[in-house]
């Protein structure tokens, strides 16, 4: 039997910016055995398609590593940008 290591992080910022996506890769890199993740976004209100994408791309690295990705929380704004553009798809709520 093969351990899932789940981790959760708590995104706290209002905005999550394409910068803030790349350090939360960063920090997800330094963390080897973290194999699913949920990234909880409630208490962000705005986002850019730059970091949505960027959390894709970190998505597909866990993925292509035997991990997985979903979010969390999503409302107002962020939640809006995350349905117009499809990203249910791509990046799965739990």
Not at 31 to 45: E, K, N
Request: net charge positive.
């Amino acid at each position: 039997m093969v351990a899932t290591h789940y981790t959760c992080l708590s995104y706290s910022s209002t905005r999550l910016t394409y910068t803030d996506a790349c350090q939360l890769a960063v920090k997800l890199a330094s963390c080897p055995r973290a194999q699913v993740v949920r990234l909880d976004l409630q208490g962000t209100q705005k986002t850019t398609t730059g970091a949505l994408a960027r959390l894709v791309q970190l998505r597909a690295a866990l993925l292509n590593n035997g991990g997985d990705m979903f979010v969390s929380g999503l409302q107002g704004r962020v939640k809006g940008l995350y349905e117009i553009h499809g990203m249910h798809r791509l990046l799965p709520q739990p």
